[in-house]
C-alpha cells in the first residue's frame, strides 16, 4: 500500500534560518506529490505539488522536487518567518481518486 | 466564493450516543472527501463522495458512514461513540476528484466522554 515517512519533529528555528523538512514515500503506481500546511485552528492549506518525476513545486518561498529515483519529496525554505510557524504535511495520491496518504506531520516553530 | 465550511465546529458526545457531522462544500464542487485527524493515527482517510455515490472508502468500521446530497452537500455519521473517535473531522472538496487540488474545511473537533 502506499505511505509516507516525515522526519520527527518538532523542529524550532530562528527567523531568516533555512528550512528543509524531509519526507520519502511508498507508492504502487506514480504517485501525485503534496505538502500542506495547518495553521493553529484551521484546515489544511495546500502548500505546493508536483505531479511527475523531477516536477518542482514551489510557492510563497517553499521549494520541493520530486525525486523518483530516491522517493522523496523534501521541503526547503531558504529563509523562514515567524509566519511560516505550522504543521507542515507531506501526502501523496495516487490513480483517479482524490484519497491522500498522509504523513504524521511536523510542527516548526520560527522564533523571532 | 465561500470556502468549505462544516458545521458544528465542536461538539461533546458522551460515549454509546450517535453524531452527524455536516460539509458543505465550494460552490460548484462535486465531491467531498472524509478524513479523522488524532494526534495518535495522523490523518486518516475515511471515505469520499461524487454525485451522491460513495466512490472510495478507508479502513475505518461501519459505525462511520456518510452520504452526500444532490447539492453535494454531505454529512458523516459515527454510531455508538467510542473514546477513541475523540479526534478532529476534516472535509475537503474538489471539483471532481481525482488530483484536482481538495480544498479542507476547518474542522469539526468531536469529544467523546
Known amino acids: 500500500g502506499n505511505s509516507v515517512t516525515q522526519m520527527e519533529g518538532p523542529v524550532t528555528l530562528s527567523e531568516e534560518a533555512f528550512l528543509t523538512i524531509n519526507c520519502t514515500y511508498t507508492?504502487?503506481?506514480?504517485?501525485?506529490l503534496f505538502w500542506y500546511v495547518q495553521y493553529p485552528g484551521e484546515g489544511l492549506q495546500l502548500l505546493l505539488k508536483?505531479?511527475?518525476?523531477?516536477d518542482k513545486g514551489s510557492n510563497k518561498g517553499f521549494e520541493a522536487t520530486y525525486r523518483k529515483e530516491t522517493t522523496s519529496f523534501h521541503l526547503e525554505k531558504g529563509s523562514v518567518q515567524v509566519s511560516d510557524s505550522a504543521v507542515y504535511f507531506c501526502a501523496l495520491s495516487t490513480g483517479a481518486n482524490s484519497k491522500l496518504t498522509f504523513g504524521k506531520g511536523i510542527t516548526l516553530s520560527v522564533r523571532p | 466564493k465561500a470556502g468549505v465550511t462544516q458545521t458544528p465546529r465542536y461538539l461533546i458526545k458522551t460515549r454509546g450516543q450517535q453524531v452527524t457531522l455536516s460539509c458543505s462544500p465550494i460552490?460548484?464542487?462535486?465531491?467531498v472527501s472524509w478524513y479523522q485527524q488524532t494526534p495518535g493515527q495522523g490523518l486518516q482517510f475515511l471515505f469520499e463522495y461524487f454525485s451522491e455515490t460513495q466512490r472510495n472508502k478507508g479502513n475505518f468500521p461501519g459505525r462511520f458512514s456518510g452520504r452526500q446530497f444532490s447539492n453535494s452537500r454531505s454529512e458523516m455519521n459515527v454510531s455508538t461513540l467510542e473514546l477513541g473517535d475523540s479526534a478532529l473531522y476534516l472535509c475537503a472538496s474538489t471539483l471532481t476528484g481525482g488530483l484536482s487540488e481538495q480544498y479542507f474545511g476547518p474542522g469539526t473537533r468531536l469529544t467523546v466522554t
Open positions: 460552490s460548484g464542487h462535486r465531491s
Open positions: 507508492a504502487t503506481g506514480y504517485p501525485s
Open positions: 508536483a505531479t511527475k518525476a523531477d
